[in-house]
């Protein structure tokens, strides 16, 4: 069965710093990866996707993850966080057989930004 | 705009009561799904549907139903409402496109409809 695990269940920066949300995934074969993120009150919005081929994604809103094998993670990234990234963000892993589709998402990670 | 709409948007709803979430899609996806997100336990997969007809159970599938008449609606039914399905429920789509398998298959979601059950 797929799994995904992510350690921080809350993350607080600075406005301006870097950060790295963690993400670990258990799958039998080559996952599909996600990053979603919710704002409070909001539905679910997609920041970025792995399926195959380059290992470094980007997505909206000047982020980026990185596909490790060999670690089985997916981190999220962003060298310079806003005050309008403070979110929920949840981590997800997709699983494509024929008749059966479904994704698994992580716990997520409430992120807050100080000024 | 096109995209998913769940109704209603909240509902205070007595124990024992029947109560129906409504989902609508207009992009025509393949697959559509019901969520149920709690504190700590992230989001959880309630009951999917691959395809109009077809319905499959998930993780947590106790206490609910479901029915997929179209490709459109995909209403989620508490048949007899419990305290424990106080929650935030969602429902999300997806392009199931089997010949294309590196495609991929995001889910769009719709905004959520908080259900309190007293």
């Known amino acids: 069965a797929q799994s995904v695990t992510q350690p921080d269940i809350h993350i607080t920066v600075s406005e301006g710093a870097s950060l790295e949300l963690r993400c670990n995934y258990s799958?039998?074969?080559?996952?599909?990866l996600f990053w979603y993120v919710q704002s409070p009150g909001q539905g679910l919005q997609l920041l970025l996707k792995?399926?195959?081929?380059?290992?470094l994604v980007q997505g909206i809103k000047g982020f980026e993850a990185e596909f490790k094998r060999s670690q089985s993670s997916f981190n999220l990234r962003k060298p310079s966080v806003h005050w309008s990234d403070a979110a929920e963000y949840f981590c997800?892993?997709?699983?494509?057989?024929?008749?059966?589709?479904?994704?698994?998402f992580g716990t997520g990670t409430r992120l807050t930004i100080i000024p | 705009i096109a995209g998913i709409t769940q109704a209603p948007t909240s509902q205070i709803l007595a124990a024992g009561r029947r109560m129906t979430l409504r989902c609508t899609q207009d992009?025509?996806?393949?697959?559509m799904y019901w969520y149920r997100q709690d504190l700590g336990l992230g989001l959880r997969l309630i009951h999917y549907?691959?395809?109009?007809?077809?319905?499959g159970k998930g993780e947590v599938p106790d206490g609910y139903s479901v029915s997929r008449a179209n490709t459109d609606d995909f209403p989620l039914t508490l048949a007899s409402a419990v305290p424990s399905q106080t929650s935030v429920y969602f429902c999300?789509?997806?392009?199931?496109?089997?010949?294309?398998?590196?495609?991929?298959?995001?889910?769009?979601f719709g905004q959520g409809t908080r259900l309190t059950v007293v």
């Open positions: 999300a789509s997806s392009d199931r496109v089997i010949r294309d398998r590196f495609r991929g298959t995001e889910a769009f």
């Open positions: 799958y039998g074969a080559t996952p599909y």
């Open positions: 792995y399926f195959s081929g380059d290992t």
């Open positions: 997800a892993v997709g699983a494509l057989n024929f008749g059966n589709e479904k994704l698994t």
């Open positions: 992009m025509r996806h393949n697959a």
């Open positions: 549907s691959n395809t109009a007809g077809t319905t």
